[in-house]
């Protein structure tokens, strides 16, 4: 699925709220440049992840736990 990053942060956090606690992505297409993939890590990195809802499911608790430095 291709989304622009206002149209991923819905789905991610549509995919949360329906119980998911991990989200995976395909950050680089065979024979891709490089700079091409830094930039659309930047872009997730910068306008994406900060606005996807944490689960609250308990099996998530332990990531959170280590993704907090806990």
């Given at each position: 699925?291709?989304?622009?990053?206002?149209?991923?942060?819905?789905?991610?956090?549509?995919?949360?709220?329906?119980?998911?606690?991990?989200?995976?992505?395909?950050?680089?297409?065979?024979?891709?440049?490089?700079?091409?993939?830094?930039?659309?890590?930047?872009?997730?990195?910068?306008h994406v992840?900060?606005?996807?809802?944490?689960?609250?499911?308990?099996?998530?608790?332990?990531?959170?736990?280590?993704?907090?430095?806990?």
């Open positions: 699925m291709l989304a622009d990053g206002p149209a991923a942060v819905e789905t991610f956090n549509a995919d949360v709220e329906a119980g998911a606690v991990d989200i995976n992505l395909v950050t680089m297409m065979p024979g891709e440049p490089v700079d091409r993939v830094s930039e659309r890590l930047a872009y997730l990195s910068d992840i900060p606005h996807v809802k944490q689960s609250q499911h308990p099996s998530a608790a332990p990531r959170l736990a280590i993704a907090n430095g806990a």
